[in-house]
């Protein structure tokens, strides 16, 4: 299942914007940010024990780092995606942040069955995670350009494109070490720009069929986002069980995050 995390991280990646820990904030700011940031962790903490008590497991702390995934950076740089004038807020933090904080990586497997391995493998499992940042009163509503960037339908556009793009890549090569044959790769998304959750909010579905590692997947993902005042929630979830396994009402999460802030 590593891999299919892998997949799925990557999907979340390239669909939202990398957010670190605040740092190195003027004086001006520090008792707010404390404020801040207690708030933020206490969120999490409570979204970790919601996902506990639905069912999933912990994979531990979502991992950090100040470096762009190679893929990531691809879609970013690639023709499609210069073509459509979009920008990716850049920066190793929000600008004006004071607060970040992450839930755990969350998923639920079933117990493996005894079928064989031979041919396309379809991972089965839940996947999901979450984040909240916020910022200053002078740059909060920069926020929404985040939101905006994330739903954007020229992005997920680019994003079809550049799956689709290196799937065929994959087909076209030889064969692993399994020997698999698969189908033609799918890529589908749809938006909605105001789920009327804080003061803006989106989701983004997407369903891809696609080859990674000589191996077959069909992800269901969905991401949500909203803005709450100075704060910024996202909450991702994916499934690669065709239809989700454990009874995670993905919108009354994001409210719920929304309301602990």
């Known amino acids: 299942m590593t891999r299919t995390r892998h997949t799925v991280r990557h999907l979340a990646a390239t669909c939202a914007v990398a957010l670190v820990p605040a740092r190195g904030l003027p004086l001006a700011f520090a008792d707010s940010a404390a404020d801040d940031q207690a708030v933020a962790e206490a969120a999490m903490r409570s979204f970790n024990e919601r996902m506990v008590n639905a069912g999933f497991v912990s994979d531990g702390p979502q991992s950090q780092s100040d470096e762009m995934d190679p893929e990531e950076?691809?879609?970013?740089?690639?023709?499609?995606?210069?073509?459509?004038?979009?920008?990716?807020?850049?920066?190793?933090?929000?600008?004006?942040?004071?607060?970040?904080a992450s839930s755990d990586e969350f998923k639920f497997v079933p117990a493996p069955t005894t079928s064989g391995t031979d041919g396309p493998?379809?991972?089965?499992?839940?996947?999901?995670?979450?984040?909240?940042?916020?910022?200053?009163?002078?740059?909060?509503?920069?926020?929404?350009?985040?939101?905006?960037?994330?739903?954007?339908?020229?992005?997920?556009?680019?994003?079809?494109?550049?799956?689709?793009?290196?799937?065929?890549?994959?087909?076209?090569?030889?064969?692993?070490?399994?020997?698999?044959?698969?189908?033609?790769?799918?890529?589908?998304?749809?938006?909605?720009?105001?789920?009327?959750?804080?003061?803006?909010?989106?989701?983004?579905?997407?369903?891809?069929s696609t080859v990674r590692f000589d191996e077959w997947f069909e992800l269901e993902f969905t991401i949500l986002l909203a803005r709450s005042d100075r704060s910024l929630v996202f909450l991702a979830h994916g499934t690669g069980a065709g239809e989700p396994l454990l009874d995670v009402d993905v919108e009354a999460e994001l409210q719920a995050l929304v309301d602990s802030l």
């Open 121 to 208: 493998r379809q991972p089965v499992g839940d996947y999901t995670f979450a984040f909240v940042a916020s910022v200053d009163t002078d740059h909060r509503d920069d926020l929404d350009g985040y939101i905006d960037y994330i739903s954007s339908g020229a992005r997920l556009t680019c994003l079809r494109e550049m799956t689709l793009e290196n799937a065929e890549a994959s087909q076209a090569a030889p064969t692993g070490p399994r020997g698999n044959e698969f189908p033609q790769p799918e890529f589908e998304f749809t938006v909605e720009t105001d789920l009327g959750i804080g003061d803006r909010s989106a989701r983004v579905d997407l369903f891809t």
């Open 73 to 100: 950076a691809e879609f970013i740089e690639s023709e499609c995606m210069q073509a459509t004038g979009l920008t990716m807020p850049s920066g190793s933090e929000l600008p004006g942040q004071t607060a970040r």
